[in-house]
């Protein structure tokens, strides 16, 4: 198992994916990652689908992420959204203490103003899971170019239930891809 510094040089977005399964032990691990990450207020609104049929995932593809052929072929698919009612005022769902930063009512509307912070304290999770996951040498791959309504549509997801990411698992075929990124004095203001 690599450390999480190796972790985080290891990993990259990766498109090709061996045929092998991802374990469900090891899947178990990545979820266990998500389920540990931080949010404001303790939220927790995090919510995952895991798709393992290459069939709805194609249809995920071509109907809802721009015909993005590796989410079609991808071992594993974890669909990544938010509860919005953990964000309702003393909602069952709400953590206790999370009122003074939380909306009146169930209403969509009401819950818009939230979805920018559930989808940052879900972002945390999903990169816990693609660190979890490249530690245990299995490559990820985040897919946010999607057609939210049509994948909550085919999903069966409802309002209250907003879609923030795909992230694709699977064993990476072929060499990794290489890792442009800004050198350090480009980031330190
Ligand atoms: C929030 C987010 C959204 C992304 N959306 C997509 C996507 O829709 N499709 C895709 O193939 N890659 C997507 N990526 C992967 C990026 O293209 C990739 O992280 C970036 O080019 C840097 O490359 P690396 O991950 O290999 O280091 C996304 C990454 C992030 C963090």
């Known amino acids: 198992m690599k450390t999480v510094q190796e972790a985080i040089q290891w990993r990259r977005s990766i498109r090709k994916f061996k045929p092998d399964p991802i374990s469900d032990e090891h899947l178990a691990l990545i979820i266990e990652a998500a389920r540990l990450a931080p949010s404001g207020t303790n939220r927790q609104p995090w919510r995952f689908q895991v798709i393992r049929d290459q069939a709805l995932q194609k249809r995920l593809a ?15 698919c974890i669909v990544c959204g938010s509860e919005m009612l953990t964000f309702v005022k003393g909602h069952p769902l709400a953590p206790s203490g999370g009122d003074y930063f939380a909306a009146e009512s169930e209403d969509p509307e009401a819950l818009k103003p939230f979805i920018a912070d559930a989808q940052m304290y879900t972002a945390v999770a999903i990169e816990h899971m693609a660190l979890m996951a ?56």
């Not at 721009?66 to 991808?74: D, F, G, I």
């Not at 290489?178 to 203001?189: C, D, F, M, S, T």
């Open 62 to 76: 071509e109907e809802a992420t721009l015909n993005q052929r590796h989410v079609a072929e991808a071992p594993v």
């Open 134 to 189: 490249a530690s245990l040498g299995i490559g990820s791959c985040w897919v946010q170019r999607i057609r939210f309504g049509a994948m909550a549509k085919l999903l069966g997801w409802p309002r209250h239930r907003v879609i923030h990411a795909l992230l694709l698992l699977g064993y990476p075929e072929g060499d990794l891809p290489p890792q442009r990124r800004l050198a350090k004095e480009q980031i330190l203001l």
